[in-house]
């Protein structure tokens, strides 16, 4: 029989709150005395201070990171695919420009342009709806019981104007393919199509 079951009727946890900078001593100590008194023990230090608190809030950062990347890239295969349609469907306007004189590198960046300011108006979007979501102050005092809180974290906008880079960069790199099949697009096959 386990000697914690024999004294104390089962399983027990000792909880022990020290400051942060004895508690690898301490945590040692309480080891070696509860495994001479008990013998095989197990002892845990769990971090609650700003210490614990940051090793949590990395790995939620990580986590935000994470799926904020795959909604990116999610986004940008939409806008990709939007832009190949979006060129196939418009290959004879292509045609008739490159016919009139446009460079490539109009057609180029025309198609270029519609892709960034679209995925720019969408970041746009999103970062005004999340100003919505944070910033509610009806949602603030249900929340709060009418209870005004002077400290509430003000809206972050170093990631909202992260968020907008991405989003136009995302863009950037979503229409790259249709500008490129844009420009190679020829003049007699765009016309004929």
Known sequence: MDPANAMYGGPSTLEL????????QVMESVRHDLSLALGDVQVEAYRSGPQGAEETIALLRLAIRGAGTVVL?????GVLNIGLVTVRQRIRE???R???GATSGR????VMLESVCATAL???IAVGASIG???NLPLERLLNNGIPIADLPGFPVAAAVEGMIAATAVGALAGLLPAIIAVRAKVIDAIRF
């Open 94 to 96: 292509i045609g008739v």
């Open 122 to 124: 969408a970041g746009l």
């Open 17 to 24: 709150w020290v400051p942060a900078d004895q508690a690898e």
């Open 73 to 77: 890239v999610l986004g940008g295969l």
């Open 107 to 110: 057609i180029f960046a025309a």
């Open 133 to 135: 979501l944070v910033r």
């Open 98 to 100: 490159r016919s009139f």
